[in-house]
């Protein structure tokens, strides 16, 4: 019987440097009064949260046989994530992230990416690709940050993922933003088709579909965010675009703002393991989903890796809705970004979400479409 999450892609080490402000000059001092190291990476935040949600999590990553890489894996341990399938080499450092932390809290991130740099399909399915038969026995993999992954793009990531599709198991593909209309498009369009579910933000969304460039010249001129201008008319028309690469699952992340689901039809859903046997809540779906209120002290980092975590999840588990499956996600990301909440496990918060105020979209569009609902 399937059991487990397969977590792959960018992974680091965080420094976080607190209470310390830019420096004055190239060379001067600026002090520092606390700091903390963090797993990083789409990697540990997505294993971090399934750990969290109770959902066995194990990684598929290269980290650098160095002290850095025994800090990155006590931490990993601590999280509850299996880590005997991580590989360590000589060949590039664990790469670091080091974030000051202003005392406006605004932050910046100096970045090294050491091993990511050298990730490839050999040495994360292992030696003579003994991990195809881990993910014979899993039910998902999710694989993050191609952007950030030197060896995993265009054509050599879709070669990757039609080895993983092979096993049966759920793929799920996130990405960083990159900035322009056609390079984020050039680095995923060839390996999209082989995956089952993908939940780019909105910013990420327009770069794939040639329509980000319009989109933040409106932001800008309106002094606001992408998420909080967009319309209904160009989410569904982003969705669609996504779906005629073949993706059977695609959802819009709009931060605070809700999320936007689209679906395939039938045939297209019958292609995703774990689908049920009745697809009325499954295919064809174009729905739009309001997330959870937040009241205590906030903390966004990892939010959208908390969210992709619970609808894994939810597939994993047999989800008859994926409307459902997403307004779960929606209360677990609502859950983390709070740092008076503690964590809870996925049967919680399916029972904690019939308690939790919906926000209303600060987008009046996505306001009148939750009215309209």
Not at 247 to 254: A, D, E
Not at 293 to 311: E, M, S, Y
Request: aromatic share 6%.
């Amino acid at each position: 019987m399937r059991s487990g999450i397969i977590c792959a892609g960018v992974s680091c080490v965080d420094l976080f440097l607190y209470g310390t402000e830019p420096l004055a000059t190239r060379e001067s001092l600026s002090m520092v009064r606390e700091t903390q190291y963090r797993p990083g990476g789409a990697t540990s935040n997505t294993g971090r949260a399934l750990a969290g949600l109770g959902v066995p999590a194990a990684y598929f990553t290269v980290i650098g046989a160095d002290a850095n890489g025994d800090i990155l894996l006590d931490l990993w341990k601590a999280d509850g994530v299996d880590t005997q399938y991580v590989v360590r080499t000589h060949e590039a450092g664990t790469a670091l992230s080091t974030v000051p932390v202003y005392g406006d809290g605004k932050r910046g991130v100096y970045f090294y990416p050491g091993t990511n740099d050298i990730m490839n399909t050999e040495n994360l399915l292992g030696p003579g690709r003994r991990n195809l038969q881990v993910l014979r026995e899993s039910q998902a993999f999710h694989i993050g940050y191609p952007p950030l992954l030197r060896c995993l793009q265009g054509q050599a990531l879709a070669d990757f993922l039609s080895i993983v599709r092979e096993t049966g198991v759920i793929i799920s593909l996130d990405t960083t933003p990159i900035a322009d209309d056609t390079t984020l498009r050039a680095m995923l369009a060839p390996a999209l088709p082989l995956a089952h579910l993908f939940a780019p933000n909105i910013e990420e969304a327009a770069q794939i579909t040639g329509q980000f460039t319009a989109l933040a010249e409106r932001a800008r001129q309106a002094g606001a965010d992408i998420e909080t201008i967009v319309t209904m008319g160009e989410l569904r028309q982003i969705g669609e675009d996504l779906l005629r690469l073949d993706v059977p699952i695609v959802i819009l992340t709009l931060g605070p703002n809700g999320a936007y689901l689209c679906t395939g039809d039938a045939a297209a859903i019958r292609a995703v393991a774990f689908a049920p046997d009745d697809l009325s809540g499954w295919a064809d779906i174009r729905a739009f989903i309001p997330g959870y209120r937040v009241d205590g002290p906030l903390n966004t980092a990892g939010a959208g890796d908390t969210f992709t975590a619970a609808v894994l999840t939810g597939i994993c588990a047999g989800a008859v809705s994926l409307t459902n499956a997403v307004a779960i996600a929606h209360c677990a990301a609502a859950l983390h970004v709070d740092l008076s909440q503690r964590q809870r496990v996925y049967s919680e918060i399916v029972a904690l979400r019939q308690s939790m105020p919906v926000v209303t979209p600060a987008n009046p569009h996505l306001a009148y479409a939750m009215k309209g609902a």
